[in-house]
């Protein structure tokens, strides 16, 4: 493992993303999203996704690397938003602070947006929010990953959907999780680290568990593999319920605002890449216009305190509630570094040298 600062990672990644034309400003948000997931250890959406997802789908011309937001409606709650397929992040932070000002004059919020891109940790929208004083809600669709309860077929998105809420504690209720058993992102960031899957979160055409990293990846782009929902295979472990709440999402993301659903974000037609065209959704709900904040984070960080202080399993001498173990990374990584393995440090490394960032160079002992 190597070991790189919050600051040394959040300007590689903005050097980067202007070499391949992203604009200064919004370099810097697509960063700032990026480098909230490494800072919380949610590993699979942060610089691990910086060369695929994003370098790799501007040189391959099907994402805007100039983000241009058009407002398509827009009332004194909610708007609809086009970003003509430009960078995720860029539109869906405007998106959330439309929510959130529109929430401090009316209590609340809602913004859809459609013809967009991948948008990178959605807990950092929800997070946008709670620093606002307010809950966070975001969900958005995705390429199709997920196979229906009793089918094998990807047809939903792994449709993260996300609540963050503030207490009176050190870090808020944050609850940012896909709708199946594992997000994509973490599949690839198994094959990158040589790992294979848990049996059940992955099945292929004759419904089988398949644990194969890199050939699932490889699978779900034939459309011989699938992930499970959440629960897992069948109903036996009510596997239905997350095949629901990935419905959910998936019109929410969709139907909200004209976009495309389900199969129309395989990104390929005619055997052509072409953009995703994904759709979000953002919801911030003002505490004020209901409750003192204050006392809203009281009784919110008491219902975690005790959920933590009840009676643990034999073997387990702590429960955690959702946004703890992220803040436990953020403090140790704040004082340590990001872990970065060998296969991230060997793309980083090519990147620096594909797109020439020179001030890089001494870093990964580039030779100029």
Same mark, same amino acid.
């Given at each position: #493992?190597?070991?790189?600062?919050?600051?040394?990672?959040?300007?590689?990644? %903005?050097?980067?993303? &202007?070499?391949? *034309?992203?604009?200064?400003?919004?370099?810097?948000i697509i960063a700032e999203v990026l480098l909230e997931a490494d800072k919380l250890g949610i590993d699979s959406h942060g610089i691990n996704r910086l060369k695929p997802i994003y370098l790799d789908r501007i040189k391959d011309g099907i994402l805007n690397p100039e983000t241009k937001v058009?407002?398509?409606?827009?009332?004194?709650?909610?708007?609809?938003?086009?970003?003509?397929?430009? #960078?995720?992040?860029?539109?869906?932070?405007?998106?959330?602070?439309?929510? %959130?000002?529109?929430? &401090?004059?009316? *209590?609340?919020?809602?913004?859809?947006v459609r013809n967009s891109s991948h948008y990178g940790i959605a807990g950092y929208y929800g997070l946008m929010a709670a620093k606002a004083g307010m809950i966070g809600i975001t969900g958005t669709n995705a390429r199709p990953s997920i196979a229906p309860t009793f089918g094998v077929e990807n047809m939903l998105g792994t449709n993260p959907l996300t609540f963050v809420m503030p207490t009176d504690e050190d870090f808020p209720f944050f609850l940012d999780c896909a709708t199946s058993v594992s997000q994509r992102g973490k599949f690839e960031f198994y094959a990158k680290t040589g790992k294979d899957l848990p049996k059940g979160w992955a099945i292929d055409r004759q419904g089988n568990s398949k644990t194969d990293s890199v050939q699932v990846l490889q699978d779900l782009i034939n459309g011989d593999a699938a992930l499970t929902p959440l629960g897992g295979i069948g109903e036996e472990t009510a596997g239905y319920k997350g095949?629901?709440?990935?419905?959910?999402?998936?019109?929410?993301s969709?139907?909200?605002?004209?976009?495309?659903?389900?199969?129309?974000?395989?990104?390929?037609?005619n055997g052509k890449k072409v953009p995703y065209r994904l759709g979000h959704f953002f919801i911030a709900?003002?505490?004020?216009?209901?409750?003192?904040?204050?006392?809203?984070?009281k009784t919110t960080g008491d219902i975690l305190r005790e959920l933590r202080n009840s009676a643990k399993m034999p073997g387990h001498d702590r429960i955690y509630t959702a946004g703890?173990?992220?803040?436990?990374?953020?403090?140790?990584?704040?004082?340590?570094?990001?872990?970065?393995?060998?296969?991230?440090?060997?793309?980083?490394?090519?990147?620096?040298?594909?797109?020439?960032?020179?001030?890089?160079?001494?870093?990964?002992?580039?030779?100029?």
């Open positions: #493992m190597h070991y790189l600062n919050f600051e040394t990672l959040e300007s590689f990644s %903005i050097e980067a993303l &202007k070499k391949a *034309g992203v604009p200064e400003s919004d370099a810097a058009d407002i398509i409606r827009e009332s004194f709650t909610t708007a609809v938003l086009d970003a003509n397929n430009g #960078m995720g992040h860029v539109v869906s932070k405007q998106a959330m602070q439309m929510c %959130i000002d529109k929430a &401090k004059t009316y *209590g609340m919020g809602m913004v859809a095949y629901g709440y990935a419905t959910v999402v998936e019109i929410l969709a139907a909200l605002q004209g976009g495309g659903f389900m199969k129309a974000l395989l990104g390929m037609e709900v003002n505490i004020e216009n209901f409750i003192d904040l204050a006392d809203f984070q703890e173990k992220e803040h436990i990374n953020y403090v140790e990584r704040l004082k340590n570094g990001v872990p970065i393995n060998q296969a991230l440090w060997d793309e980083m490394k090519k990147t620096a040298i594909d797109y020439k960032l020179e001030k890089f160079y001494e870093l990964f002992e580039i030779n100029q």
